[in-house]
């Protein structure tokens, strides 16, 4: 079976610039997650996704967004680019999330994105 | 609020040395606890995970890892250590019916032949 896909592995972008990455889950996994990697903060959830909807978001500001496709396929889109934001960008997805279980989450490579 | 203590950043040992790094949580109800390691160069991988039942959970490559819940900890073991164990440690819990890891910060692990 396939694991989680993240395109593109790298992007180097500008200061103010927007910027959208994708992420496709393992074969019948419904939920993906995402989270972001830098050498200060660590590893940070951001947002997960489930049947299309947003069920939990972390403490990060408005200017990261992110949604779910039919297909379970996510994106997450970080608009007005900061030099801050330059990370590793990770998604994991899980078998299902229900109100009542936790499932493994399993990583994908990472899109490493650089603001210049 | 959530969150997982790292207390060794970086550990060096030689091989064939054993290995226990150390994890902490805060949360007052039900947990689910992971050890996810990153070898350079590579993704995220799953080490092992405790949901409930036997406190002491195996996982893949020889580790191992203890729930102590009266001590709010989850500590990896390993007997001995291989070059190829070299990469860095994570230790995440989920809190409650969420998919929300968090995790501790790492550790860096180094295993010298």
């Known amino acids: 079976k396939a694991g989680v896909t993240q395109t593109p592995r790298y992007l180097i972008k500008t200061r103010g610039q927007q910027v959208t990455l994708s992420c496709s889950p393992i074969s019948g996994h419904r939920s993906v997650s995402w989270y972001q990697q830098t050498p200060g903060q660590g590893l940070q959830f951001l947002f997960e996704?489930?049947?299309?909807?947003?069920?939990n978001k972390g403490n990060f500001p408005g200017r990261f967004s992110g949604r779910q496709f039919s297909n379970s396929r996510s994106e997450m889109n970080v608009s007005t680019l900061e030099l801050g934001d330059s990370a590793l960008y990770l998604c994991a997805s899980s078998l299902k999330s229900t109100g009542l279980v936790s499932y493994e989450q399993y990583f994908g490579p990472g899109t490493r994105l650089t603001v210049t | 609020a959530q969150s997982v203590s790292q207390h060794n950043h970086h550990v060096i040992l030689s091989e064939a040395a054993s290995l226990e790094l150390g994890c902490n949580y805060s949360y007052g109800g039900t947990v689910n606890l992971f050890w996810y390691v990153q070898y350079p160069g590579q993704h995220l991988q799953l080490l092992l995970k405790?949901?409930?039942?036997?406190?002491l959970v195996k996982g893949i490559k020889g580790f191992e890892a203890e729930f102590i819940k009266s001590k709010f900890s989850f500590n990896l073991r390993k007997p001995s250590v291989q070059w190829s164990d070299t990469a860095e440690y994570f230790c995440?819990?989920?809190?409650?019916?969420?998919?929300?890891?968090?995790f501790g910060t790492g550790t860096l692990l180094a295993v010298q032949p």
């Open positions: 996704y489930f049947s299309e909807t947003q069920r």
């Open positions: 405790y949901f409930s039942g036997d406190p």
């Open positions: 995440a819990v989920i809190g409650g019916a969420t998919n929300k890891l968090i």
